[in-house]
């Protein structure tokens, strides 16, 4: 039972936190990819510090880790919860001003600036929000929920567990990773130094959400190759690289393996950049599906395609490759589904239905499990990511911290 008394500290704590610019970039080489993301987790590492967490600290690649040490005698395996500081490169997080529309009656949020509204018919999740505090920015830039409500939820159930040694749990650790926005979150993450079993990312939407799901992706590389020569004695001379890649644009599936055409469990192919000259163009795509061999399929059709549209330009070629990203960290968490099941225990206690999402996109929880820290995801309570209209109600933050709690309980009392 979470002590009814307790003074939640998730909302104050995120209201600050969202005041940092800790937007990642993802054309840098460096890691973090920018350095104001470390001015926050410095922060982090010292307020972890003054709660009492001694080996509280931030490494030289940003990372912030913090040990709450176990008060049970049983052989509790040690467990984490993980949570990203840097917000999207989309959207600028710089100058963020938070506000609260308190006892949320339904309908659309309009906010004061930019003609930004959060539409209700586009928010589904609002219809549950009925008497909820909701926090937005003024929409002149994203919130940062994504994903320092994570990070707030965290500090608070870090907290809670210092003030109530009554609660059994045995060793937890926290880190705040940098650059998971831009893929690179696991990039420098050590999981032998980090000393858990296993952790949760809490980094998802819906209340209730336990995301053990995730596509499998990689990213390939076309490039046609044309033959330039000077337009004015080009006749019968010239191939034009960027007339043969958008013929084969053009040949793609219309209806189906687009991000527009598909939901649910479907899987596409997209492509995100196109440059290029009379001489050779490069097309990137993105491909995703959440079975593996799927992918095998996706590719082999961009490169029979790309083949085809050749054959109608004599002389022209192509050269491609492949570029493995992640899998579906489902392929991991199968073997120990006591890390799903505890979550679902824990929602149950908690009167929170449980809701079992895949999740179409990365996670750092799918690198993590395939590194050897089997890592679902569960929510935060973030909404509209990556967006202006970005929003996370109160309510939904104090019962992601309830949930930390109670999945730290159910560990201790199943051991």
């Known amino acids: 039972m979470f002590n009814p008394e307790y003074k939640f500290t998730c909302v104050d704590r995120f209201l600050?936190?969202?005041?940092?610019?800790?937007?990642?970039?993802?054309?840098?080489t460096s890691f973090p990819s920018t350095e104001k993301q470390k001015i926050l987790s410095a922060d982090l590492a010292e307020e972890l510090r003054e709660l009492g967490l001694k080996d509280a600290a931030m490494d030289e690649y940003g990372y912030v880790t913090a040990t709450i040490p176990a008060n049970t005698d049983k052989d509790v395996p040690v467990i984490g919860f993980i949570a990203h500081v840097d917000t999207s490169p989309a959207v600028s997080g710089e100058n963020v001003v938070?506000?609260?529309?308190?006892?949320?009656?339904?309908?659309?949020?309009?906010?004061?600036?930019?003609?930004q509204v959060i539409r209700a018919e586009d928010n589904p999740d609002l219809s549950d929000m009925i008497g909820f505090d909701i926090i937005t920015s003024?929409?002149?830039?994203?919130?940062g929920a994504d994903n320092k409500a994570g990070v707030a939820e965290i500090m608070?159930?870090?907290?809670y567990f210092i003030k109530h040694p009554e609660v059994k749990h045995g060793t937890i650790k926290i880190c705040f990773t940098p650059d998971e926005e831009v893929g690179r979150g696991t990039e420098k993450?050590?999981?032998?130094?980090?000393?858990?079993?296993?952790?949760?990312?809490?980094?998802?939407?819906?209340?209730?959400?336990?995301?053990?799901?995730?596509f499998c992706a990689d990213a390939m590389v076309i490039t046609f190759i044309g033959k330039n020569i000077h337009p004015g004695f080009a006749k019968g001379k010239m191939i034009n690289s960027i007339k043969v890649a958008s013929a084969f644009i053009e040949a793609l599936p219309k209806d189906t393996l687009s991000p527009e055409t598909t939901e649910n469990r479907e899987g596409f192919v997209h492509c995100n950049s196109f440059s290029g000259s009379e001489e050779e163009t490069t097309l990137r795509f993105i491909i995703r599906d959440f079975e593996q061999e799927k992918l095998k399929e996706y590719e082999y059709l961009l490169v029979k395609l790309a083949e085809e549209t050749i054959a109608k330009y004599p002389g022209a070629r192509l050269s491609y490759k492949v570029i493995e990203q992640y899998r579906n960290m489902k392929y991991i968490l199968d073997k120990y589904p006591?890390?799903?099941?505890?979550?679902?225990?824990?929602?149950?206690r908690l009167n929170i239905a449980p809701k079992l999402?895949?999740?179409?996109?990365g996670t750092d929880g799918?690198?993590?499990?395939?590194?050897?820290?089997?890592?679902?995801?569960?929510?935060?309570?973030?909404?509209?990511?990556?967006?202006k209209t970005e929003w996370v109600s109160v309510q939904d933050m104090e019962m992601a911290v309830k949930l930390i709690v109670e999945i730290a309980k159910v560990w201790e009392e199943k051991s």
């Open 189 to 214: 993450f050590d999981v032998e130094k980090f000393g858990a079993k296993f952790a949760y990312t809490v980094d998802g939407q819906t209340r209730g959400e336990v995301e053990t799901e995730n």
């Open 338 to 348: 006591e890390v799903r099941d505890f979550a679902i225990e824990a929602l149950n």
């Open 98 to 115: 938070p506000m609260i529309h308190k006892n949320y009656q339904g309908g659309d949020i309009q906010l004061p600036k930019d003609g």
């Open 366 to 387: 799918s690198r993590l499990s395939f590194m050897g820290l089997p890592t679902p995801n569960i929510f935060a309570g973030e909404h509209s990511f990556h967006a």
């Open 138 to 143: 003024d929409g002149s830039t994203l919130l």
């Open 357 to 361: 999402a895949p999740i179409r996109g």
């Open 156 to 159: 608070d159930a870090a907290e």
């Open 16 to 28: 600050r936190y969202v005041k940092y610019d800790t937007q990642s970039d993802e054309n840098a």
